[in-house]
């Protein structure tokens, strides 16, 4: 059991530093943690750890505090998702046609179209609002997250909560502001979820990502860049085996644009080394550097790790 327990530990600290927010958890292991939660302590042997006794989980040497603390960490890195919360099947993507004309028609059509899309809308909490992308049609860096959040639901603009604000802080460091870049997310509808926020299911964002899609297509940036392992799986599909330490800072191409991968602005908040920010600045020099903005000396030198 010991084993067991260090190797999850192992396998969270992994999964945040690689900027996974959230760990997907099945009914089995729910039980199995629940069980080591309201475990008693047992003062057997001078050994600290857990004994191998996954029928009745026991605690050797190990006081309360420390017990504590220990639970305390996993739910901290652990978000459980359960798996037989009530989320409604999703439909297949609804067929849609945009008008010819020029982006802005285009755009507009689209937005109209999702904001009166009855599969979106059937997901929103009572009083709260569906949230399209917004900025510059003729932005040349497309930033994409995941799904919107408490903050975005209420004002139907995707990045306006906590994690919004140090986005627009990168891009304002980035010497832009958000009337330069367009800004999108994976889902147009905060994923529902009893406690807080949850990442969207597959469903979820096979059914939105058309959306996301047509605007990549109107807007034709040069750079699309995936802001989190969330919007990676959304933009390029779910592959377990990926993991954010290998494929962010390397360019990619995603439909016509290409795509840089980096963490996510509420991991940066939450969990991030001083080395993980800049490498998240890393990328967005070579952003820049990619759509032709000059990099001054004093920028070259933000967020270096002291
Ligand atoms: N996180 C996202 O991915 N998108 C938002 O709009 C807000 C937070």
Not at 166 to 185: C, P, Q
Request: one cysteine or more; proline letters at 6%; charged letters at 30%.
């Amino acid at each position: 059991m010991r084993e067991i327990f260090e190797t999850l530990a192992d396998e969270l600290r992994r999964a945040s530093a690689e900027g996974d927010g959230f760990v997907s958890l099945d009914d089995e292991s729910i039980a199995i943690l629940k069980k080591f939660a309201n475990a008693k302590p047992l003062a057997t042997t001078g050994d600290t750890g857990f004994v191998d006794d996954v029928e009745e989980v026991k605690f050797v040497s190990q006081t309360e505090v420390e017990k504590t603390k220990f639970v305390k960490q996993v739910e901290k890195k652990v978000k459980v998702v359960d798996k037989n919360m009530d989320i409604a099947p999703i439909p297949n993507p609804t067929p849609f046609k945009l008008p010819e004309g020029d982006k802005q028609t285009r755009w507009n059509a689209l937005r109209n179209i999702v904001l009166s899309d009855k599969v979106c809308a059937e997901h929103l909490r009572p009083e709260k609002n569906i949230v399209f992308g917004v900025g510059n049609l003729d932005a040349k860096i497309f930033f994409c997250g995941e799904a919107p959040g408490a903050d975005e639901e209420i004002q139907g603009e995707p990045f306006v909560g906590k994690a919004g604000q140090l986005l627009t802080k990168i891009i304002g460091a980035m010497g832009l502001s958000r009337d330069d870049v367009y800004i999108g997310n994976i889902m147009n509808w905060r994923p529902e979820c009893p406690r807080g926020n949850r990442p969207p299911t597959e469903e979820e964002m096979r059914y939105c990502l058309p959306y996301l899609k047509a605007q990549i297509e109107i807007i034709k940036p040069q750079v699309v860049v995936a802001l989190g392992m969330t919007a990676v799986n959304g933009l390029l599909g779910v592959d377990p085996s990926r993991r954010m330490g290998k494929v962010r800072g390397k360019w990619q191409t995603y439909e016509g644009a290409d795509l840089m991968i980096t963490y996510h602005p509420s991991f940066l908040l939450q969990y991030a080394t001083a080395e993980m920010k800049r490498l998240v600045w890393e990328d967005m020099m070579a952003v820049m550097e990619r759509v032709g903005i000059p990099i001054s000396e004093k920028q070259r030198g933000y967020f270096l790790p002291k």
